[in-house]
């Protein structure tokens, strides 16, 4: 990841995923960050273990948020095609499961890094980069790279 000049009106564009194979089952998160130009600055795509589909969305808009801030960001356009996600993160449906406000609690400490920060829905044909590295980190994490990085087995804490 590059860190661009402080710029105190840069804004970037988050495209966030994440994908379970059954609910749960192997997870994994796809991220990436453009410009307001469209020039793609930072890819992440990892497996995160077994979760759900909603915790595999949270975490994949945590990850897009850090790397937004590592790259100096001041103004954040969050874009999903997870309608729960955005419905959540904007404050229009409350979270009720646990794992998820935990999740939530920390998007929301994370987005104080930022002057201003937006969620936008988005259909899953303008996010199938975010799913493609999504998947990529399911199959990643499936065939073992990435399960020394996370636990085998399911934890509860991981569903929703």
Do not use: C
Not at 37 to 66: D, F, H, Q
Not at 121 to 141: C, I, M, S
């Amino acid at each position: 990841m590059r860190i661009l000049p402080k710029d105190p009106d840069l804004q970037l564009i988050v495209y966030s995923d994440g994908a379970a194979r059954g609910n749960p089952g192997p997870a994994g998160i796809g991220v990436y960050v453009t410009d307001a130009n469209g020039r793609v600055l930072a890819r992440r795509g990892e497996g995160i273990g077994v979760a759900t589909n909603n915790v595999a969305e949270y975490r994949a808009a945590l990850a897009g948020l850090e790397e937004a801030a590592g790259l100096g960001a001041s103004r954040v356009l969050v874009r999903s095609d997870s309608r729960l996600l955005v419905e959540q993160l904007s404050g229009r449906f409350r979270v009720k499961n646990p794992t998820l406000i935990r999740l939530h609690g920390e998007i929301r400490k994370l987005l104080s890094r930022f002057a201003d920060v937006s969620f936008e829905h988005v259909p899953r044909e303008q996010n199938r980069e975010a799913d493609r590295l999504a998947n990529q980190g399911v199959d990643e994490w499936l065939s073992g790279e990435g399960k020394d990085q996370v636990r085998a087995e399911p934890s509860p804490e991981l569903f929703d």
